[in-house]
């Protein structure tokens, strides 16, 4: 889609959100309690879903969040220093500046 396309009426935006109202309409079995709650919490954020169709500047995937949580996971791996809540704390707040630092010179 081109930055345009974000600001008019698209056609495959509106059959996307039709086909997530049909899913959310949908009666499930009472004995999938755990699809359920799942359906439930889509229909309270249904709203929220779509955001990357109205907005360019947001991704439409989350590899940004994955690629931030794969530091904490190699750092507990490798020199398993994250014991502690303190220092899984730490670590978080350090790792959090480094990773802004790094976005906001990459903007430049």
């Known amino acids: ?11 495959r935006r509106t059959t996307l ?3 997530l109202m049909i899913l959310l309409n949908y009666t499930l079995n009472k004995n999938d309690k ?3 709650t799942f359906q439930n919490r889509l229909i309270r954020y ?4 779509f955001t990357f169709l109205y907005r360019p500047e947001v991704p ?11 530091n904490i996971k190699v750092k507990q791996r490798m020199s398993d220093q ?3 809540p303190d220092g899984a704390f ?7 500046i480094t990773d ?3 976005r906001i010179i990459r903007m430049y």
């Open 46 to 49: 249904q709203h929220y879903l």
């Open 17 to 19: 959100e039709s086909r």
């Open 60 to 70: 439409p995937d989350n590899n940004a969040s994955e690629r931030a949580m794969r």
């Open 1 to 11: 889609m081109s930055k345009a396309d974000y600001y008019v009426h698209n056609p």
């Open 82 to 84: 994250l014991k502690s």
């Open 34 to 36: 755990e699809l359920i």
């Open 100 to 102: 802004t630092i790094i």
């Open 90 to 96: 730490g670590f978080a707040v350090l790792r959090s």
